[in-house]
């Protein structure tokens, strides 16, 4: 059994116990750590280096690894991050959505909010009048008091200058 526990070896389980590491911790950067432990392991293998030696490749491989290729990975793996600005989206990013039909999935009353579907995603809503669980809304903005919430009108009422 003596003969398992190699060099090449120890480096491969040091190299897993890093990828291991990446996946519970933030940051990106215990891959590179795995990188270079991978890379000391073929060097231990197939060049025979000592222990020195296989360091030296060890913290070389990683410190490049990190240089060279964290920012092009970070890209890669958690994609862009910039959002272009839509004229009709509030300093809050939510979007006013004005004149847009929802579904009231709560029960939504003067003085208590609820819920609406809309664009696949649910929102609080407030508004004027009752307006029962799925019944067919119209947004008429962003609620004044909530800034995550929409002020709704049932889609059944006449609009308030009676359509004209």
């Known amino acids: 059994m003596d003969g398992f ?4 070896v ?4 040091v190299g897993t116990l890093f990828l291991l590491a990446e996946l519970a911790l933030p940051g990106f950067v215990m891959l590179f750590f ?5 890379v000391a ?3 231990a293998y197939a060049l025979g ?3 020195g030696g296989q360091f030296v490749v060890f913290l070389a491989a990683s410190l490049i690894g990190l240089i060279l290729l964290r920012r092009m990975f970070l890209r890669v793996f958690r994609g862009s991050t910039h959002s272009p600005a839509q004229p009709d989206t509030e300093e809050v990013g939510l979007d006013a959505g004005a004149g847009k039909a929802a579904v009231a999935t709560r029960t939504i009353g003067p003085g208590a909010p609820g819920e609406i579907k809309y664009r696949g995603s649910f929102w609080r809503a407030e508004s004027a009048e009752t307006i029962g669980e799925g019944e ?12 995550g919430a929409y002020l709704v009108r049932s889609a059944k009422a006449e609009p308030r200058d009676g359509g004209r």
């Open 5 to 8: 526990w190699t060099a090449h």
């Open 10 to 13: 120890m480096w491969f389980l």
């Open 34 to 38: 795995a990188l270079g432990a991978f």
């Open 41 to 43: 392991a073929f060097a």
């Open 49 to 51: 280096l000592g222990l």
């Open 136 to 147: 067919n809304v119209v947004i008429l903005g962003q609620a004044q008091n909530d800034s």
